[in-house]
């Protein structure tokens, strides 16, 4: 089982739609990323979270350290928000970072 | 601009022959890492370096190679070691590597996809 895992592994929404991709992950962390990959294959990082909730425009992130579980929401939905999202964990005590698999969402005029 | 750059975009290369990707970043950071993304999988740790002249082997080094004479550069050599080495390759570097927040926030590069013939 992988350390990380994303839900679902593709989405396919119509254009303002509000979206929710999950990212569950079994080990301590102490910060979790969201980045988001486009067609070209270019990462951008979005979020880096170690509680509570963050913001940016029409992008909110939330991570549960009890639950173990983040959340990625896009309200608004729209075609250029078509991407790879990625959810990616530090463990604690260590330096590099564990990927899930990332979520391809397709959104449709 | 500040940033990560990583040539070529696409890099063709006959099997058996060795071949360096090359990355450069001007953010003056610290660390330096590279990953390899195959389809339907996650990112996978190569190599990292914490600090000029220092590197260390990352989830799947076994036929690739690395340098760090430079603070703002780190060239990975795909050798002929490595046994399926087609696949997208990103470079990405970080203030630091220990500490809480910003300092370890990863910056990306566009990334190099290697075919391998």
């Known amino acids: 089982k992988n350390e990380v895992e994303q839900s679902p592994q593709n989405l396919t929404a119509q254009e303002g739609e509000f979206i929710t991709i999950n990212c569950s992950y079994s080990v301590g962390i102490s910060a979790l990323h969201w980045l988001q990959q486009h067609p070209g294959g270019g990462i951008v990082s979005l979020f880096m979270l170690s509680s509570g909730k963050k913001k940016h425009g029409r992008l909110i992130a939330t991570i549960n350290i009890q639950e173990k579980h983040s959340s990625l929401h896009i309200t608004a939905s729209h075609p250029r928000d078509s991407a790879v999202y990625i959810c990616?964990?530090?463990?604690?005590?260590?330096?590099?970072?564990?990927f899930g698999q990332g979520t391809r969402l397709t959104i449709n005029p | 601009d500040g940033g990560i750059t990583q040539s070529p975009k696409y890099l063709f290369r006959k099997e058996g022959q060795n071949v360096t990707l090359s990355c450069e970043q001007n953010?003056?950071?610290?660390?330096m890492y590279w990953y390899r993304q195959d389809p339907g999988q996650g990112l996978r740790l190569i190599y990292y370096?914490?600090?000029?002249?220092?590197?260390q082997k990352g989830d799947i080094a076994e036929g690739y190679s690395v340098s760090r004479e430079k603070k703002e550069s780190f060239p990975l050599t795909v050798t002929s070691a490595q046994k399926n080495p087609t696949a997208f390759y990103l470079c990405?570097?970080?203030?630091?590597?220990?500490?809480?927040?910003?300092?370890?926030?990863?910056?990306f590069g566009p990334g190099t996809r290697l075919t391998v013939l």
């Open positions: 953010l003056n950071h610290d660390a």
């Open positions: 990616a964990v530090r463990i604690q005590g260590a330096q590099k970072l564990v």
């Open positions: 370096s914490q600090i000029v002249n220092d590197f």
């Open positions: 990405a570097s970080s203030p630091g590597t220990s500490g809480t927040g910003s300092y370890n926030e990863q910056f």
